[in-house]
């Protein structure tokens, strides 16, 4: 692994530390400041509550910007040398990267009681922080997929129920278009940000584009028959003028489409109720929380759209401190629930069956119609089985996704065509980086 990583672009030069340095096993007294780079808002309520319950320690929680910035901020510090947090939050996605192509900058917790705590977490979240052999980050949220949609607009197009399959889910996005104008039942344009969600339906389905051993990855996605299934559906969708294509995931507009409900549906991670009633306020009380439409032919159930963790970085001068944070945050029963009574949703179990969570705040429970829409999410979450597998330079890949299908989206050939435009990319991309790669 030495040799190989040695060859990675992202390999640096920071300082790290044996993780005999500190274990955070000790019970004495911690003190001293813990620097945390975060842009989880959720987070905000537990500096307070945890430096009540360690007075001597001081939290500076820190927002460097997005997920992807913070990241890259992160990689740039540790090849510096310099400027380095105690604990940084990663999205799950982005853990391998920094693993393996940013080597030695995470501290490996598997001589923590996190080594423990497997049966604490749901298996998606808890075998996302299992990299190369190592545990290099506490689940701190999760993102199980879920049917989100307005029930206003279903009522007038006449459907009275949500859709439980992909065939009815296609079935009601005709109705939905008939209703004229601006009508869809969603919205995709291929273009980066769609990224993780089309990769997620991959996953729903069953399908296991990248398998990866130390430096060797394995990229099967030219002739993934799982892929191409879900690519035909949406195909079919794309022909037949049944989503919108002219709206970019994440903008103003998608947000103004959710409000006038003209967008009537998407099915994303867990952490989309705060958003809606954030940013489409105007659609309060006609959203509704559903079931990720189901492949009949497939065992798999249910996937992930997102989610992250907080890691301890090796570096770090105090780390006793720094491990009680994670733990706080990540595993005491008050920290979790300070943490999803702000909006952040758990990967742990009992966090998932505890009734106070599953009632939801009264604040979305009246955006979504007085829904109970935590007990959706909470068994959407039980119905991964399985993380996905991302490769070590996932935020190359997004890039890479959009450049290959956003044509398609927009008209110009078909997604499968995409498919080995895409891998080749990869493929290109994970030589240069020092992988092994066996193409499928």
């Not at 001293?32 to 987070?43: F, I, K, Q, R, S």
């Not at 006609?286 to 890691?311: F, H, M």
């Not at 909470?378 to 190359?396: C, I």
């Amino acid at each position: 692994m030495a040799a190989a990583a040695s060859m990675l672009v992202l390999s640096g030069c920071g300082n790290t530390s044996s993780s005999q340095q500190s274990s955070g096993k000790s019970d004495g007294e911690i003190s001293g400041t813990v620097t945390v780079w975060a842009w989880e808002p959720a987070l905000k309520p537990l500096v307070e509550k945890f430096e009540k319950k360690y007075p001597n320690v001081k939290i500076k929680l820190t927002n460097v910007g997005t997920a992807p910035k913070t990241t890259s901020s992160f990689i740039n510090a540790f090849n510096a040398g310099s400027g380095m947090p105690d604990v940084v939050q990663f999205e799950y996605s982005t853990l391998p990267q920094i693993v393996l192509g940013s080597q030695g900058a995470l501290e490996d917790l598997s001589s923590y009681p996190i080594a423990d705590w497997q049966d604490f977490y749901t298996s998606g979240p808890w075998s996302s922080v299992n990299v190369g052999g190592g545990i290099y980050g506490v689940p701190m949220d999760s993102g199980p997929m879920a049917l989100f949609y307005n029930k206003a607009t279903f009522d007038k197009a006449g459907i009275s129920e949500p859709p439980k399959t992909w065939d009815e889910f296609y079935e009601d996005a005709k109705k939905i278009r008939a209703l004229g104008d601006d009508y869809y039942i969603s919205s995709y344009a291929g273009d980066t940000n769609d990224s993780n969600s089309i990769v997620a339906f991959w996953a729903q389905a069953g399908a296991k584009p990248f398998a990866l051993d130390d430096t060797n990855i394995t990229i099967d996605i030219k002739n993934n028959a799982t892929i191409k299934k879900v690519n035909d559906f949406w195909q079919k969708m794309l022909d037949e003028d049944l989503i919108a294509t002219n709206i970019s995931s994440w903008s103003d507009d998608w947000f103004r489409s959710f409000a006038d409900g003209t967008n009537a549906a998407i099915v994303t991670g867990g952490w989309m109720p705060a958003n809606l009633a954030g940013s489409s306020k105007d659609a309060a009380g006609d959203w509704r929380v559903a079931p990720t439409p189901v492949w009949p032919d497939s065992d798999t159930i249910n996937s992930s759209n997102g989610g992250s963790t907080l890691a301890l970085v090796s570096s770090s001068k105090n780390k006793e401190a720094a491990w009680k944070w994670l733990e706080y945050v990540t595993h005491d029963e008050e920290g979790i629930a300070a943490y999803t009574d702000a909006g952040g949703f758990p990967p742990s179990k009992s966090r998932l069956q505890d009734e106070d969570f599953l009632k939801g705040s009264d604040e979305l429970s009246a955006y979504f119609g007085g829904q109970e829409y935590n007990k959706v999410l909470a068994q959407s979450a039980l119905d991964v089985k399985e993380a996905f597998t991302f490769p070590p330079f996932w935020g190359f890949a997004m890039t890479a996704f959009g450049d290959s299908f956003g044509p398609t989206f927009q008209g110009t050939g078909k997604i499968n065509d995409a498919l080995a435009t895409w891998q080749s990319k990869l493929v290109d991309h994970a030589t240069q980086q020092g992988f092994t790669v066996t193409e499928k």
